[in-house]
């Protein structure tokens, strides 16, 4: 066997061992494996979140400009009606 060939076979056993390690190693590639998961789990809960601002801004945005989304508004969370209106409540068994 010549020089070059010892080196390459020397030097594809350490690559390979280093890979086995770094499987096998708590803090190599599961770790990577387990972060990255964590990463893309944030971008998803990130994506979620800006649409519920989104949406959120698009009713702040209503409520100051369009009285009829006001009234909506005050009449379904603070149950107000106006005078000479009557309010049935149907509760279901």
Same mark, same amino acid.
């Given at each position: 066997?010549?020089?070059?060939?010892?080196?390459?076979?020397?030097?594809?056993?350490?690559?390979?061992?280093?890979?086995? +390690?770094?499987?096998?190693?708590?803090?190599?590639?599961?770790?990577?494996?387990? =972060? *990255?998961? #964590?990463?893309?789990? /944030?971008?998803?809960?990130?994506?979620? +979140?800006?649409?519920?601002?989104?949406?959120?801004?698009?009713?702040?945005?209503? =409520? *100051?400009? #369009?009285?009829?989304? /006001?009234?909506?508004?005050?009449?379904?969370?603070?149950?107000?009606?106006?005078?000479?209106?009557?309010?049935?409540?149907?509760?279901?068994?």
């Amino acid at each position: 066997m010549t020089a070059r060939r010892k080196f390459l076979v020397v030097a594809v056993g350490v690559a390979g061992a280093l890979s086995l +390690l770094s499987v096998a190693d708590a803090k190599g590639f599961r770790r990577y494996m387990s =972060l *990255r998961q #964590d990463v893309d789990s /944030l971008h998803e809960r990130n994506r979620t +979140l800006a649409e519920q601002n989104e949406a959120l801004r698009e009713e702040i945005n209503a =409520l *100051r400009k #369009d009285p009829a989304a /006001l009234e909506r508004a005050v009449r379904e969370e603070l149950g107000y009606v106006k005078p000479g209106e009557m309010v049935f409540h149907l509760e279901s068994p």
